[in-house]
């Protein structure tokens, strides 16, 4: 039985993001919306991958001009155990930026993403860190990589990007995570809340307050914060 040790911490908005941000929220919106149209255009799966062909980087992860993703990574690794962790993997990687930062606290990071060439490019931006690697992974068939336990299961503004978000659906991702911790192993589950303006943020609480209840039940181990 795995022990249940549950904790929230709420990420200060205060100096979160600096007035050269705001371009960088229109930016993230266009993704968006372009993700939208090849969704309707080609299915989930594809439009990710056409996305990444067509925008090298659509959330500008890598864009050292914005302060907001480098600092929303920092801020949610803090939120972390002071401990070392074996294998970790970081679900819906992108270009790998918080994949690579996680070594800092783990001896292996496996990060997976839908989009080939996110894994491609991920791969290539990681060269000279070899504790990291990438696999081009599905959330809901994560089981199909055969890979061993982890101890840590990161996922930072992934899950609302899941074409159906019901209950059974969460559900499904919440057992496979489960299926793949050691026992009292931790899932740090992040997703953006900020002023709930966009219909990603608006399924935040749910999400999280599922996750929650559902962990609870199973006795397994999870540390979320958004």
Same mark, same amino acid.
């Given at each position: 039985?795995?022990?249940?040790?549950r904790a929230?911490s709420?990420i200060?908005h205060k100096?979160?993001?600096?007035?050269?941000?705001?371009?960088?929220w229109a930016?993230s919106?266009?993704?968006?919306? $372009?993700l /939208?149209?090849l969704r309707?255009?080609?299915g989930?799966?594809?439009?990710?991958? &056409?996305l !990444?062909?067509q925008?090298s980087?659509?959330?500008s992860t890598?864009? @050292?001009?914005?302060? !907001?993703?480098l600092l929303?990574?920092? &801020? /949610?690794?803090?939120?972390?155990p002071?401990q070392?962790f074996?294998?970790?993997?970081? /679900?819906g990687c992108g %270009?790998?930026?918080?994949?690579?930062?996680?070594?800092?606290h783990?001896?292996q990071?496996l990060?997976?993403?839908?989009s *080939?060439?996110?894994?491609? +490019?991920a +791969?290539? $931006? +990681?060269?000279? #860190?070899p504790?990291v690697?990438?696999?081009?992974?599905? $959330?809901l068939? %994560?089981?199909?990589?055969?890979? *061993?336990?982890?101890d %840590?299961?990161?996922?930072?503004?992934?899950? !609302?990007?899941?074409p159906?978000? #019901?209950?059974?659906v %969460?559900?499904s991702?919440?057992?496979?995570?489960v299926?793949m911790?050691? @026992?009292?192993?931790l899932?740090?589950l992040?997703?953006? !809340?900020y002023?709930?303006?966009d219909g990603?943020?608006?399924?935040?609480?749910? /999400?999280?307050?599922?996750f929650g209840?559902?962990?609870?039940?199973?006795?397994a181990?999870t540390?979320?914060?958004w």
């Amino acid at each position: 039985m795995r022990t249940a040790a549950r904790a929230k911490s709420q990420i200060s908005h205060k100096f979160f993001m600096s007035l050269r941000d705001l371009s960088f929220w229109a930016g993230s919106a266009r993704a968006d919306k $372009l993700l /939208i149209r090849l969704r309707r255009e080609h299915g989930n799966s594809e439009a990710f991958e &056409k996305l !990444y062909q067509q925008m090298s980087d659509p959330w500008s992860t890598t864009v @050292p001009y914005f302060r !907001y993703q480098l600092l929303k990574y920092q &801020k /949610i690794l803090a939120s972390l155990p002071d401990q070392q962790f074996h294998r970790t993997m970081d /679900i819906g990687c992108g %270009l790998g930026v918080m994949t690579r930062m996680l070594t800092a606290h783990a001896d292996q990071v496996l990060g997976v993403d839908l989009s *080939p060439t996110a894994v491609a +490019s991920a +791969s290539r $931006l +990681s060269a000279g #860190t070899p504790s990291v690697r990438f696999q081009q992974a599905e $959330l809901l068939h %994560l089981k199909e990589l055969a890979e *061993p336990a982890f101890d %840590l299961i990161t996922m930072v503004d992934t899950i !609302y990007y899941l074409p159906m978000l #019901t209950d059974a659906v %969460l559900k499904s991702v919440v057992d496979t995570l489960v299926e793949m911790l050691v @026992p009292g192993g931790l899932i740090l589950l992040a997703n953006h !809340y900020y002023f709930r303006f966009d219909g990603y943020s608006r399924q935040t609480k749910h /999400i999280h307050d599922f996750f929650g209840s559902q962990l609870t039940l199973l006795s397994a181990a999870t540390f979320s914060t958004w």
